[in-house]
Nanobody
Framework: QVQLVESGGGLVQAGGSLRLSCLAS????????MAWFRQAPGKEREFVGV????????KYSDSVKGRFTISRDNAKNTVYLQMNSLKAEDTAVYYC?????????????????WGQGTQVTVSS
């Protein structure tokens, strides 16, 4: 079993930056591909980005491409989401997720383990 704990959320003005972290425990971190999803009030959970097991490959949604960067540090069992040029529409609860098959996919159903989420609020 893998436990995921997100941190780093908060309130930021439009145009600002935040970095989210997700600490994993209970498994072999480097065997999982890791992703970030988000869910805004009244909306479905949305894919943000995914990183391969050793960080060599990434994939992003069109809505965040060029503004957000996903990375990982396997020595620290941590995945990050650097968010720049934030917009009001980025406001959501952000979740990290782990895929035990290590694939690069954007479907939420592909991910076995989820964190509890961290709130990001962008004021305009």
């Amino acid at each position: 079993q893998v436990q995921l704990v997100e941190s780093g959320g908060g309130l930021v003005q439009a145009g600002g930056s935040l970095r989210l972290s997700c600490l994993a425990s209970g498994g072999t971190f480097s065997t999982y591909s890791m992703a970030w999803f988000r869910q805004a009030p009244g909306k479905e959970r949305e894919f943000v980005g995914v990183v391969s097991r050793f960080g060599g490959s990434t994939k992003y949604s069109d809505s965040v491409k060029g503004r957000f960067t996903i990375s990982r540090d396997n020595a620290k069992n941590t995945v990050y989401l650097q968010m720049n040029s934030l917009k009001a529409e980025d406001t959501a609860v952000y979740y990290c997720a782990a895929d035990s098959y290590g694939t690069i996919r954007s479907l939420a159903a592909a991910f076995d383990y989820w964190g509890q989420g961290t709130q990001v609020t962008v004021s305009s």
